[in-house]
């Protein structure tokens, strides 16, 4: 067997010890799709594609997580964007699913609850 051939060989048992190793433990491994939302703290409920259409559309969900609002801030915050950022207001569907979505996942009060847990 020549180098090439070994080092083919030790490539596709080493994916294989870590596809094991991540099934075993859980994790996602290499092939499997990760949710980025989800990894940032935007994890998959009613009202997320929403925020990534509205918040995504001018900075990156990375702030808006950071944020850790209040149900009243988010709403204030929503009201700031189209009062002095350009933002088209919301259908109220859509700001209510936004801000339900926002107050549930990326507030004070979903921090101290991750932090329990």
Same mark, same amino acid.
């Given at each position: 067997?020549?180098?090439?051939?070994?080092?083919?060989?030790?490539?596709?048992?080493?994916?294989?010890?870590?596809?094991?190793?991540?099934? =075993? +433990?859980?994790?996602?491994?290499?092939?499997? &799709?990760?949710? #980025?939302?989800?990894?940032?703290? *935007?994890?998959? /409920?009613?009202?997320?594609?929403?925020?990534?259409?509205?918040?995504?559309?001018?900075?990156?969900?990375?702030?808006?997580?950071?944020?850790?609002?209040?149900?009243?801030?988010?709403?204030?915050?929503? =009201? +700031?964007?189209?009062?002095?950022?350009?933002? &088209?207001?919301? #259908?109220?569907?859509?700001?209510? *699913?936004?801000? /339900?979505?926002?107050?549930?996942?990326?507030?004070?009060?979903?921090?101290?609850?991750?932090?329990?847990?």
């Amino acid at each position: 067997m020549n180098a090439r051939n070994r080092a083919t060989a030790a490539a596709t048992r080493l994916g294989i010890i870590a596809g094991s190793l991540a099934v =075993v +433990l859980g994790l996602p491994s290499a092939a499997s &799709e990760i949710d #980025e939302l989800a990894r940032l703290g *935007l994890p998959a /409920d009613t009202g997320r594609d929403e925020v990534e259409a509205y918040c995504g559309a001018c900075h990156s969900l990375r702030l808006v997580v950071q944020q850790g609002l209040s149900r009243r801030d988010w709403e204030d915050t929503l =009201v +700031l964007m189209v009062e002095e950022h350009e933002m &088209e207001p919301l #259908e109220p569907k859509d700001h209510n *699913l936004v801000v /339900d979505y926002l107050t549930k996942h990326v507030s004070i009060d979903a921090w101290k609850k991750r932090l329990k847990q």
